[in-house]
């Protein structure tokens, strides 16, 4: 028999516990619907249950990735760009790598960056004489 795994009670708001029994163990996923199955792949059976329980009837829809999390894949770059130097080289491809998108991508935020940096410079203070 499976050990019981104490988890936050989503009814009582943290105020109880429950356990999960081995019950879980006997689910397939292949026996889950469509959604089901596709969460369990990815983050496991019991955060799947968990999910489940505490979201009960409210319909999610996931945007991919790129659209939801762009902004603070710009910023990290801009901020990894702006404090590479001789020590710590910025290097794109090992970037895009890293953060899913496409060295290119990598390339368009640097040169983004550079050309609002220029235009900055020429309208500074000492420019404007």
């Known amino acids: 028999m499976t ?4 988890h936050v009670c989503p009814l009582c708001h943290g105020a109880g516990k429950f356990s999960l029994v081995g019950w ?3 689910i397939r996923i292949e026996q889950l619907p469509e959604d089901y199955q596709l969460l369990a792949r990815v983050i496991g059976l019991e955060l799947t249950v968990k999910l489940a329980r505490e979201l009960k009837s409210v319909h999610l829809y996931l945007m991919k990735p790129d659209n939801v999390f762009k902004a603070a894949i710009i910023a990290e770059i801009k901020e990894r760009y702006a404090t590479s130097g001789p020590e710590q080289l910025f290097k794109p491809r ?3 790598l890293e953060m899913g998108v496409s060295e290119r991508f990598v390339y368009d935020i640097i040169a983004d960056k550079q050309d609002r940096d220029r235009q900055l410079e020429m309208f500074s203070a000492e420019n404007c004489d």
Not at 3 to 6: I, K
Request: aromatic letters at 0%.
């Open 24 to 26: 879980i163990a006997r």
């Open 3 to 6: 050990p019981a795994t104490e």
């Open 94 to 96: 090992l970037i895009a």
